[in-house]
């Protein structure tokens, strides 16, 4: 079946613009996931949705960082004045219900600030 | 420190070789441990996962977990050139705790197995 998709693959944005990220998990993943991976950083846990629960924002690291998730599908993190130290790969990950640690992963969003 | 370490090698074994990567983590927290492999810029595919300590085999790669050690390791035998590729070990604390569904990652392994 389709696996999680993610939208654009490559950003390029200037410095101070606002962009806009797209997910689309598998099909009947309740739980969704947003991570960063940066060289220095490694794969950095964002934001995670379950269902109808209130998001786990934990990981957002600034409040120009935010999240949501329509119908419980598809989901937008967006990124408000974005800095050069916002530039990364930002993957999307899903997972079944009741197995929130089993998690696919899509191919990621390359960002690029200049 | 970090909550998972894991060596960023890079590791270059010649193919047929028995490939064994490694993790330590400090969280008693943790239950479940998986493996996941990323092939250059594409996202991370899940390998295998265990549940608390035990072995866990699936074709060539076989899983441990020692959580009285706090230690992990993956094994490739036969290793092949398509094997080539970052290895990230990840956990997540059990259903119910604050950071169940989190994954925290190593660094990631960077392997190459030469024909």
């Known amino acids: 079946g389709a696996g999680v998709s993610q939208s654009p693959s490559n950003k390029v944005t200037e410095k101070g613009k606002d962009v806009e990220l797209r997910c689309d998990p598998i099909s009947g993943h309740t739980a969704l996931y947003w991570y960063r991976q940066s060289l220095g950083q490694g794969l950095e846990f964002l934001i995670y949705?379950?269902?109808?629960?209130?998001?786990?924002k934990s990981g957002l690291p600034s409040d120009r960082f935010s999240a949501e998730r329509t119908g419980g599908s598809v989901s937008t993190l967006t990124i408000q004045r974005t800095q050069q130290e916002d530039s990364a790969v930002y993957l999307c990950?899903?997972?079944?219900?009741?197995?929130?640690?089993?998690?696919?992963f899509g191919p990621g969003t390359r960002l690029t600030v200049t | 420190q970090k909550e998972v370490e894991q060596d960023p090698g890079p590791l270059s074994v010649p193919e047929g070789a028995i490939v064994s990567l490694n993790c330590t983590y400090s969280n008693s927290a943790f239950q479940y441990f998986m493996w996941y492999r990323q092939y250059s810029r594409k996202g991370p595919e899940l390998l295998m996962y265990?549940?608390?300590?035990g072995n866990k085999e699936d074709g060539r790669f076989t899983a441990q977990v020692d959580k009285s050690s706090k230690y992990i390791s993956l094994f490739i035998r036969d290793s092949q050139p398509s094997d080539s590729a970052t290895y990230l070990c990840a956990m997540s604390a059990r259903a119910g705790g604050t950071s169940y569904g989190k994954l925290t990652f190593g660094q990631g392994t960077i392997l190459t197995v030469h024909p």
């Open positions: 949705f379950q269902g109808n629960s209130a998001p786990d």
């Open positions: 265990t549940y608390s300590s």
């Open positions: 990950a899903s997972a079944p219900p009741s197995r929130s640690y089993e998690q696919y």
